[in-house]
Nanobody, 115 residues
């Protein structure tokens, strides 16, 4: 079955950096579009970044220029490099892919940006 496992979250000061990782199994990773979403308390889950099979990327306006999504098909892993973090980036971050029209999510990893 499809499994997505995120790691790399934590507490960081404003202006700091974190790198999230998402290890995928149960799919031919290189053929799948992968995405990162986040959900802050009391808010809806929102798309942060997405990367195509060929490596094309798209970002939410709020993270453009600060976050970078990448993938390593040899390791079945997608990354989210987050720089210049702000308090408003605080959220649970989820890895996502879609298989046979079904969305699959990881368990999420907490990112907290606070002095």
């Amino acid at each position: 079955q499809v499994q997505l496992v995120e790691s790399g979250g934590g507490l960081v000061q404003p202006g700091g950096s974190l790198r999230l990782s998402c290890a995928a199994s149960g799919i031919i990773f290189s053929t799948f579009v992968m995405g990162w979403y986040r959900q802050a308390p009391g808010k809806q889950r929102e798309l942060v970044a997405i990367i195509s099979r060929g490596g094309s990327t798209n970002y939410a306006d709020s993270v453009k220029g600060r976050f970078t999504i990448s993938r390593d098909n040899a390791k079945n892993t997608v990354y989210l490099q987050m720089n210049s973090l702000k308090a408003e980036d605080t959220a649970v971050y989820y890895c996502n892919t879609k298989y046979l029209s079904v969305d699959y999510w990881g368990q999420g990893t907490q990112v907290t940006v606070s002095p």
